[in-house]
């Protein structure tokens, strides 16, 4: 455990600061230990009231919990740190994890379906799992009830699987699947975002679906409602550029109803693995099947390589970038057209806002302010 890890986390356990902040922080003052030090003065600036930074003595205790069960955690920006997931713009600031890392080297697949799935859904998703290990994809699904549950079970006769759960690792929910979250931590691993102790409630699972999606070249729907989990990972992995699977049902069946929209509106139409394997690229920017993989060599992205952000914002920046925002969402790129200055001054300002909780980051690189000024 370093100094580093111990600032990281803090930051990263923050109320207020979430995965964007955490990011833009970094990029601004390069050190963890240096955000933090500037969190005051960013207050005082915007005449804010931020949450108070984790101790270190509560980061040092839960870093030290971790591994009293095993795991470890990864930061963004660490090598080891999922590539794919880092891709994401709102990529979990650490995470949390029970086995082995190295699962993340290897391409991935993602697999979901309804908690209460049909018998032959769970044969099937069981089947196409175990295909999809054996060649070589790491199958990751939400540790849930039927499908997921399937699907994990499937991928360790074949291979690895990925277990990503809503709560803390000391958790397990269902509870029913505490023993199958023990055996994935020895084929594969199982990560979460919620700090330990962190029990699972409805407001986690949207952001664990995230990280499914994120971890995953493609998502694999075998069984979903037209209004369900299932779905909401299938846009986010649609927002995310990942190839979308889906095996059709029975227009009878309401488990099948979201799959067969889903085909409807371009998922490939799934009934093996070669149907997978057969249109699943090997990087989210390429299309169709590349022979040469690019999947190992693909680089992290580094706070080096974003535009730097100015270290200090004056308060007439604020004032004329707030000035000009209003609770319709507004491109970041016309803002900095409209307000006369620099690009990193002018996301200097987002970021203090942001942290202030007066502007809001929404997907397309827009802003909108969530209290408009008097």
Avoid: W
């Amino acid at each position: 455990m370093s100094p580093g890890d111990t600032d990281r986390l803090r930051l990263a356990r923050c109320p207020g600061i979430g995965p964007t902040s955490y990011r833009k922080l970094l990029n601004r003052f390069s050190t963890a230990a240096a955000a933090i030090e500037a969190l005051p003065d960013i207050a005082r600036r915007t005449r804010a009231i931020l949450p108070a930074v984790p101790s270190r003595a509560a980061a040092e205790q839960e870093l030290e919990a971790l591994a009293r069960l095993g795991g470890r955690m990864l930061f963004l920006g660490e090598a080891d740190y999922p590539a794919l997931l880092a891709l994401l713009d709102d990529a979990p600031a650490v995470l949390s994890v029970l086995g082995d890392p190295n699962a993340f080297a290897s391409p991935a697949v993602a697999m979901v379906g309804s908690r209460n799935a049909s018998a032959n859904g769970m044969t099937l998703a069981g089947r196409l799992a175990e295909q999809l290990a054996r060649h070589g994809q790491v199958v990751v699904s939400g540790l849930a009830r039927g499908i997921d549950t399937a699907a994990h079970v499937g991928a360790i006769r074949g291979g690895l699987t990925i277990a990503c759960v809503a709560g803390g690792l000391d958790r397990p929910y269902p509870a029913e699947n505490t023993d199958l979250q023990a055996r994935i931590a020895e084929h594969g691993c199982v990560v979460a975002e919620a700090p330990l102790g962190t029990a699972p409630q409805a407001r986690h699972f949207p952001k664990r679906n995230r990280v499914i999606a994120g971890l995953s070249l493609g998502v694999l729907v075998v069984e979903a409602a037209v209004r369900s989990g299932s779905l909401i990972t299938a846009r986010l992995a649609n927002e995310a550029g990942r190839e979308l699977f889906a095996v059709p049902g029975s227009p009878l069946d309401p488990r099948c109803q979201g799959t067969n929209m889903l085909i409807r509106q371009g998922a490939h139409l799934t009934e093996t693995a070669d149907d997978v394997l057969a249109n699943l690229p090997d990087h989210p920017s390429r299309s169709g099947i590349s022979r040469d993989p690019l999947f190992r060599h693909m680089a992290l992205p580094t706070a080096a390589a974003e535009p730097q952000i100015a270290l200090v914002t004056p308060a007439s920046a604020l004032e004329t970038v707030t000035g000009l925002l209003g609770p319709a969402p507004t491109l970041v790129d016309d803002l900095v057209r409209r307000c006369q200055l620099s690009a990193p001054e002018v996301q200097a300002a987002l970021l203090d806002l942001e942290l202030a909780g007066l502007v809001e980051t929404l997907p397309g690189n827009r802003v909108a302010l969530l209290f408009p000024a008097d």
